[in-house]
Structures are given as C-alpha cells and as structure tokens.
Nanobody, 128 residues
Framework: QVQLSESGGGSVQAGGSLRLSCTAS????????IGWFRQAPGKEREGVAAISSDGRIDYADSVKGRFTVSQENGLTTVHLQMNSLKPEDTAMYYC??????????????????????WGRGTQVTVSS
C-alpha cells in the first residue's frame, strides 16, 4: 500500500513562488509514476505535472515554463517548484501515484488520471 503525504502549500501573492513536496512510502513494484493534480472549488480535477521512475516527465500546458517537477531517491520524494504563480493556480493540490508501465504509450500525467494512490492534499492560494 503506497502512502503519500503532501506539504509546502500556503498563501502567496501573484508572481510569487511555492515548493510543494510529496513523500511516498510503501512501494512494492519496480516501476512507479507520481504526479500532482489540483482541484479548485467548483472545477474538475486537473493534472499538473508528473514524473515516472524511468524519467518521463509531463506538464499541463497551463503550467509549462512556470512549474518544475523533480524527484529524489527513486520517487520517495517528489517536488513541484511553482514559480510565477497566478490567481488561477489557486486550488487544493494532490499527490498521486501508481504502478508504471515503461512501455505505456501514455505519458505519466495521463496515466495517473485513475491513480490508485492519493494524498490528502495541500492548499495553494494565490492572491492578486
């Protein structure tokens, strides 16, 4: 059973930066992917960024050039560095993980849409 725990959320003014971290434990398979999703009130959950154990990385178009996903120690810690934050980035941010198929035609962000493992989330609020 993979367990995920997010940290690093908070409030920041537009143009500011935050760094989210997701700590994972309980991996039992060789390959995993892990990523970040967000959900704002009244909106659907959307993928933000994801990384796989074989190094594939995906970003949503809305965050490309502003957010960077990175990992440490074989996906045991995954960071989301968020720069140039905008009010529309305000949301609850969730970490998600699942077993990864390196031969998948899908990128890890799409692969995680139906992830088996989710964290409880961390709130990010960006004020204008």
């Amino acid at each position: 059973q993979v367990q995920l725990s997010e940290s690093g959320g908070g409030s920041v003014q537009a143009g500011g930066s935050l760094r989210l971290s997701c700590t994972a434990s309980g991996y039992t398979y060789r390959s995993y992917c892990i990523g970040w999703f967000r959900q704002a009130p009244g909106k659907e959950r959307e993928g933000v960024a994801a990384i796989s154990s074989d190094g594939r990385i995906d970003y949503a178009d809305s965050v490309k050039g502003r957010f960077t996903v990175s990992q440490e120690n074989g996906l045991t810690t995954v960071h989301l560095q968020m720069n140039s934050l905008k009010p529309e980035d305000t949301a609850m941010y969730y970490c998600a993980a699942d077993r990864w198929d390196p031969g998948s035609y899908m990128g890890p962000l799409r692969y995680l849409r139906h992830a088996d493992y989710w964290g409880r989330g961390t709130q990010v609020t960006v004020s204008s």
